[in-house]
């Protein structure tokens, strides 16, 4: 194949890519834009094997053979709540690829005598930015899986420290460029490793989702750097595409949770995390209903609206709720379902679930389209929410969910919220929506809740 046939598959596959990412922005078009990237990798697998510096296809082969067993059987048999430590180990492979390619091309490189300053800028970057995301995404994987402590692990003058780090790699790598040294390179990736570590360990595990997508962000400009290193332009678009649209996903969690962006990137985002403000203050009463008294408020309705949070994840609500939905579209009720973009534990959570359970997308309302709609609900079903719900992020400046968008559900004519007990949601902060007079709390599992609601309604 000739130079630009090359170039025109690495283009078609770049479009394809981008197709990719503008699918995946809705569920509606999230099946064909994962089919358009995989056109688009298959492409440029195809292209790379094809490709004249490629000499020898065995362990080329043997590498897509392992990877494919593991992958496939890893795919079949993960669970959707453990999709989060996937993605970070995952993360950590295209880490851990950009420092062995940064590593071997150096070594090759320095016995041609090709070594030139440019290159050596690349290898330095490609080498740091890889190791800190190699090292972050363990860290990350071990958090959420549960075999290192959720705690954020922190301790004085650790920002400091990791400013010295953050300094100290980027001068040896100016360094590297003018006196190349094999040593060099590889004291500037242990200090990204240590760095890696240093900058995760200090976030609490239910952060970790922004951090992941943070740390997806850093693997993708690991990968760009390597596409430099390797003179290939395919990977330095892809690499851009995934730096970029991670760092804009990072961007919006950030702003959905109240939270500095800045701080995510430095490390710092977990010691801002949680609090212990529901077990303070004086005991307030609340009112509680049976799912027989949702059901009666519900069939008297003519508009009703569902906000599913991370309860639903846990009981695996998500069939029950569906049933609920079909009988009372069933009796001619309007009903929404209204998703707030932090709700549960990871971006898309519940529209995956939703989607799971075959609940229609033209029923499912972004936050911002359906805030207008809450003043015209006569009820809305709460199930396993707390935190987006709650309106102290509106009014309560002392509280760390202030300045966070909420569900305006607080708007409607009756509220009802399905949770187990009057424990605080993620923030550990109590919700001030529970004691207002148009709320009412119904206690117990949602999945066995909705389903005695769904048995309660009148045929
Ligand atoms: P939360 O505020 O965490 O509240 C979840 C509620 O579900 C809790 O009040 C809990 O109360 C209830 N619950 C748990 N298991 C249940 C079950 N089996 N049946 C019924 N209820 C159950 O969740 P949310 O409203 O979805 O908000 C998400 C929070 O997570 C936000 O603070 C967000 O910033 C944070 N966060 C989100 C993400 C992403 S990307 N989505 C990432 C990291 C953090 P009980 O224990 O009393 O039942």
């Known amino acids: 194949m000739n130079d630009n046939i090359f170039a025109l598959i690495y283009l078609i596959a770049t479009i394809l890519f981008i197709f990719g990412l503008k699918g995946l922005s809705s569920p509606k078009s999230a099946l064909k834009g994962n089919f358009s990237a995989m056109i688009g990798m298959a492409l440029a697998i195809f292209a790379t094997l094809a490709s004249p510096e490629v000499h020898s296809y ?28 996937l993605v970070a180990i995952l993360h950590s492979f295209v880490g851990l690829s950009a420092v062995l390619v940064s590593i071997g091309t150096y070594l090759s490189h320095e016995a041609r005598g090709e070594l030139n300053s440019v290159l050596l800028v690349e290898l330095g970057l490609g080498s740091l930015i890889g190791a800190v995301t190699f090292t972050g995404s363990i860290i990350a994987f071990g958090k959420l899986q549960g075999t290192i402590t959720s705690n954020p692990l922190v301790f004085k003058g650790q920002h ?8 100290l790699m980027f001068v040896l790598t100016g360094y590297l460029a003018f006196a190349p040294n094999v040593v060099i390179l590889l004291a500037i990736t242990l200090i990204a490793l240590l760095l890696g570590f240093l900058l995760v360990l200090p976030i609490g595990g239910a952060d970790m989702p922004v951090v992941v997508s943070m740390l997806n962000s850093y693997s993708g400009w690991a990968a760009s750097a390597t596409g430099f290193t390797l003179g290939n332009n395919l990977l330095i678009a892809t690499g851009a595409l995934v730096g970029s649209s991670g760092a804009i996903l990072s961007f919006i969690m950030c702003q959905a949770m109240n939270r500095s962006f800045i701080s995510v990137i430095l490390g710092g985002f977990g010691a801002e995390a949680g609090g212990d403000a529901a077990a303070s203050g004086p005991v307030k009463n609340v009112k509680s209903a049976s799912s027989e008294d949702v059901a009666y408020m519900l069939e008297n309705s003519s ?25 009372l579209n069933h009796k001619k009720i309007d009903v929404k379902f209204a998703i707030h973009p932090v709700a549960g534990r990871m971006p898309g959570h519940m529209n995956v679930l939703l989607a799971e359970a075959d609940i229609p997308y033209d029923f499912v309302a972004e936050m911002e389209d359906i805030n207008g709609e809450f003043a015209s609900t006569d009820v809305v079903l709460v199930v396993g929410a707390n935190d987006i719900i709650n309106p102290a992020a509106k009014t309560d400046k002392s509280s760390p969910l202030y300045g966070m968008p909420i569900l305006d559900a607080y708007k409607a004519k009756q509220i009802f919220v399905i949770k187990r007990s009057m424990k605080p949601g993620y923030a550990g902060v109590d919700n001030a929506l529970f004691y207002y007079d148009n709320c009412t709390l119904v206690f117990g599992d949602a999945k066995g809740v909705c389903e005695k609601i769904v048995g309660s309604l009148e045929s």
């Open 160 to 167: 400091y420290l990791n400013l010295l780090l953050g300094l």
């Open 303 to 327: 508009k009703v609206v569902i906000i599913p949070g991370y309860g639903m994840a846990v009981s695996q609500a998500q069939h029950a709720i569906k049933e609920l939905f079909e009988a």
């Open 58 to 85: 065995f362990w080329i082969f043997m590498g897509i053979g392992i990877g494919l067993v593991i992958g496939v059987g890893v795919a079949i048999k993960i669970q959707m709540t453990a999709m989060p430590q």
